[in-house]
């Protein structure tokens, strides 16, 4: 099992981004993405953006928990 944790982008240079993890601070790779800004929020794992988190995936997960 894979765990992510959830974080918003601060801000960005070469490839590098400072997170927002709940309060958490944290230097993170976004090589694997492309077209990631500040305010972007991103599924992270070991120090990586794994995926980008969008609007269309806050209501799904919305409706699978009503």
């Known amino acids: ?3 992510g944790l959830p974080a918003k982008i601060m801000t960005m ?3 590098v981004a400072i ?3 709940s309060g958490a601070k944290r ?3 976004t090589e694997l993405l492309t077209d990631l800004e500040p305010g972007d929020y991103v599924m ?3 120090g990586i953006a794994i995926a980008r988190i ?3 995936d806050d209501e799904d997960m919305m409706e ?3």
């Open 54 to 56: 969008t609007d269309e």
């Open 13 to 15: 240079k070469d490839g």
């Open 44 to 46: 992270v794992h070991a």
């Open 19 to 21: 997170v927002d993890a």
């Open 1 to 3: 099992m894979c765990v």
């Open 64 to 66: 699978d928990l009503l």
């Open 27 to 29: 230097e993170i790779s």
